[in-house]
């Protein structure tokens, strides 16, 4: 099901449409619009299905390579976006595998003072320290 919605901006007698797929089954974010081609302050709902087979495909992959318990297993992070994604998605799907196995933390020594705070940040909320 597809449904569009005609706005108008403000400066402009243009029609705007914005679409937005729906399915029944799959969850959904909502996100502020930020560009101007919208009106301020309107709102459009993003699908996460994309998402989520990139993260079924994640699952399988960990159940494949990965022992059961973690140990033995390495994960070498620069606290960089994607590295934090990894650690997050362990901790909400693999969470023995994650307390099993071990983070190393590369400082290259030109890291950010806000990387060494997400760092930290990430230490906590997942409750794994990096060696």
Known sequence: LVEARHRSPPSTHTAQVEMFALRSSAPFLSRRVRSQQFHQGSWR????AALDVKVASFKADIEKHLPADGKRVVFATAWLATDNV??????EHFRKILSGMHLVAIDTMHLF???????????????KAAL
């Open 86 to 91: 990894f650690v997050a998605l362990m901790h």
């Open 113 to 127: 003072d806000s990387t060494h705070l997400v760092a930290k940040q990430v230490e906590a909320k997942y409750g």
């Open 45 to 48: 709902l993003l699908s996460t």
